[in-house]
């Protein structure tokens, strides 16, 4: 059985990178032809798609974020990371990783627990 | 982007009751609709994907249908564990996007 798990910072100041990483256990990354997501919730709100790397490493970005969106991925320790620059206040939100069915244009499952990262300085 | 427009945002129901929560797309996405369940501080659970397929591990009370732009999530008969927020989510086109969520409450 599948389990992701997000990790990283829950404060990040004004104007610098947030840095996450997802760790996936009972599955390979770079096989069995998935895609790995990267989606935000901020505080009481809806969720948003932020973009995926799929298990050639290729990767797709939201266009509404993709100025400063970066997921990469290291398959040796079997997890792959998100990097936003230039963060605001407004990139204050759980950040969600999941897995994708159906080759980038399917649905989310299994999630991580999520992770809150705060942008204030 | 393809808008998706859930209603209602809220719904207050009783144990036993039948609800429904209809979720609206801004243009033709066929059946590529997928709907989750989300509890407080938890990630949300996938329940239903290409509209009507029922996640293996849910509960049948759980129902999905509509295609084209309109689309249904019923639940028959409300258990305790019910009680909670449901997005609907497209999976036709890039990016996907989802629903701005309905939240379920005990009335």
């Known amino acids: 059985q599948v389990q992701l798990q997000e990790s990283g910072p829950g404060l990040v100041k004004p104007s610098q990178t947030l840095s996450l990483t997802c760790t996936v256990s009972?599955?390979?990354?770079?096989?069995?032809?998935?895609?790995w997501n990267w989606i935000r919730q901020h505080p009481g709100k809806g969720l948003e798609y932020i973009g995926y790397?799929?298990?050639?490493?290729?990767?797709y970005y939201n266009p509404s974020l993709k100025s400063r969106v970066t997921i990469s991925r290291d398959t040796s320790r079997n997890h792959f990371s998100l990097k936003l620059t230039s963060v605001t206040a407004a990139d204050t939100a759980v950040y969600f990783c999941?897995?994708?069915?159906?080759?980038?244009?399917?649905?989310?499952?299994?999630w991580g627990r999520g992770t809150l990262v705060t942008v204030s300085s | 982007d393809i808008q998706m427009t859930q209603s209602p945002s809220s719904l207050s129901a009783s144990v036993g009751d039948r609800i429904t929560i209809t979720c609206r797309a801004s243009?033709?996405?066929?059946?590529?609709l997928n709907w989750y369940q989300q509890k407080p501080g938890k990630a949300p659970k996938f329940l239903i994907y290409?509209?009507?397929g029922l996640q293996s591990g849910v509960p049948s009370r759980f129902s999905g249908s509509g295609s084209g732009t309109d689309f249904t999530l019923t639940i028959s008969s409300l258990q305790p564990e019910d009680f909670a927020s449901y997005y609907c989510?497209?999976?036709?086109?890039?990016?996907?996007?989802f629903g701005q969520g309905t939240k379920l409450e005990i009335k």
């Open positions: 009972g599955g390979s990354i770079s096989s069995g032809g998935y895609y």
């Open positions: 243009q033709s996405i066929s059946n590529y």
């Open positions: 790397i799929d298990y050639s490493g290729s990767t």
């Open positions: 989510q497209q999976s036709y086109s890039a990016p996907r996007t």
């Open positions: 290409d509209a009507s």
């Open positions: 999941a897995r994708d069915h159906r080759g980038g244009l399917g649905w989310f499952d299994p």
